[in-house]
């Protein structure tokens, strides 16, 4: 189950973008847009219909013509967390990669209320499923309790469904993807590539025994995406060739997302809540 008890523990954190953001809501955040706020953003000729309160009259004292200050608006921003629900992610002893994945996202729509920005929420594996966004605590309460009910199931087609997600992105957001993210590099590259020039953290979640594989001798693997059993024998050299391909892969995804500009982090289901968000936001 998806456990919210952390929450209460982000409150020293907030949500940091590098990126100025358009949208038609009146938020906390500086926008790319023109219109009433605190930061000066050009000046215009004055033409009939103006608003005569945006007129700079120190302008004109000093010229003798009219001008109109144009300003910076603060806009709200969309925090988009799209989180994998394939079958891989069902796996973990205590906590699943799929819950970790939805705490964390749990996490980062709980900063974004505390901002009065937006988020939405976003299910993947076959095909997406998308939760529209809103404001207040409830719609996060209700959110929870969809995630703790859906069912982690299917194979990963990452590329065909950020494709499709691409529509829901406008104007610039936060895009925080949750993953094992154990899927060919080449969909992971253009799947990536999909969501555009956003602000864009890819968050990597991995179980401590897939990722340190400490078991030896006759054992037998099953492909949950898949569903193929395999039977094998475990040994000290198979287990460093296994540790050396995931970390060859984990290391491909991390220049992939720096060559395309996009934060990586890797997280374990064992590590607290609170220093993976630590980890994560004070990069940003």
Same mark, same amino acid.
């Given at each position: 189950?998806? &456990?919210? !008890?952390?929450?209460?523990?982000?409150?020293?954190?907030?949500?940091?973008?590098?990126?100025?953001?358009?949208?038609?809501?009146?938020?906390? =955040?500086? !926008?790319?847009?023109?219109?009433?706020?605190?930061?000066?953003?050009?000046?215009? &000729?004055?033409?009939?219909?103006?608003?005569?309160?945006?007129? &700079?009259?120190?302008? +004109?004292?000093?010229?003798?013509?009219?001008?109109?200050?144009? +300003?910076?608006?603060?806009?709200?921003?969309?925090?988009?967390?799209?989180?994998?629900?394939?079958? !891989?992610?069902?796996?973990?002893?205590?906590?699943?990669?799929?819950?970790?994945?939805?705490?964390?996202?749990?996490?980062?729509?709980?900063?974004?209320?505390?901002?009065?920005?937006?988020?939405?929420?976003?299910?993947?594996?076959?095909?997406?499923?998308?939760?529209?966004?809103?404001?207040?605590?409830?719609? #996060?309460?209700?959110?929870?309790?969809?995630?703790?009910?859906?069912?982690?199931?299917?194979?990963? %087609?990452?590329?065909?469904?950020?494709? %499709?997600? =691409?529509?829901?992105?406008?104007? =610039?957001?936060?895009?925080?993807?949750?993953?094992? +993210?154990?899927?060919?590099?080449?969909?992971?590259?253009?799947?990536?590539?999909? #969501?555009? %020039?956003?602000?864009? %953290?890819?968050?990597?979640?991995?179980?401590?025994?897939?990722? $340190?594989?400490?078991?030896?001798? &006759?054992?037998? #693997?099953?492909? !949950? $995406?898949?569903?193929?059993?395999?039977?094998?024998?475990?040994? =000290?050299?198979?287990?460093?060739?296994?540790?050396?391909?995931?970390?060859?892969?984990?290391?491909?995804?991390?220049?992939?997302?720096?060559?395309?500009?996009?934060?990586?982090?890797?997280?374990?289901?064992?590590?607290?809540?609170?220093?993976?968000?630590?980890?994560?936001?004070?990069?940003?």
């Amino acid at each position: 189950m998806i &456990d919210t !008890s952390f929450l209460d523990q982000l409150k020293r954190f907030s949500l940091i973008i590098r990126k100025r953001v358009t949208s038609n809501y009146k938020g906390a =955040r500086r !926008s790319i847009g023109q219109g009433r706020g605190l930061q000066i953003k050009d000046y215009k &000729d004055y033409v009939a219909g103006d608003d005569i309160r945006t007129l &700079d009259w120190k302008v +004109f004292a000093r010229t003798n013509k009219l001008y109109v200050k144009q +300003f910076e608006e603060d806009r709200t921003l969309t925090v988009h967390l799209i989180i994998d629900k394939s079958s !891989s992610m069902n796996f973990g002893k205590h906590t699943t990669k799929y819950e970790y994945g939805s705490m964390l996202g749990t996490g980062f729509a709980y900063l974004a209320l505390r901002e009065n920005d937006k988020f939405e929420f976003t299910t993947f594996s076959n095909d997406i499923d998308t939760i529209r966004p809103r404001r207040g605590m409830s719609q #996060l309460a209700s959110i929870v309790d969809k995630l703790n009910h859906l069912d982690v199931k299917g194979f990963s %087609k990452f590329e065909e469904s950020m494709q %499709k997600y =691409r529509k829901h992105l406008h104007g =610039r957001c936060l895009v925080v993807v949750l993953s094992d +993210f154990l899927f060919n590099l080449d969909e992971l590259r253009e799947g990536l590539m999909r #969501l555009g %020039k956003h602000e864009i %953290k890819v968050v990597q979640v991995l179980d401590r025994e897939e990722k $340190e594989l400490n078991m030896y001798g &006759d054992v037998k #693997l099953f492909d !949950s $995406e898949s569903n193929v059993m395999l039977r094998t024998f475990i040994s =000290r050299r198979l287990r460093q060739k296994y540790l050396q391909k995931l970390n060859d892969h984990s290391s491909q995804l991390h220049d992939i997302c720096v060559k395309q500009g996009i934060g990586f982090y890797q997280v374990t289901t064992d590590d607290k809540i609170f220093d993976s968000f630590f980890n994560v936001l004070k990069h940003a």
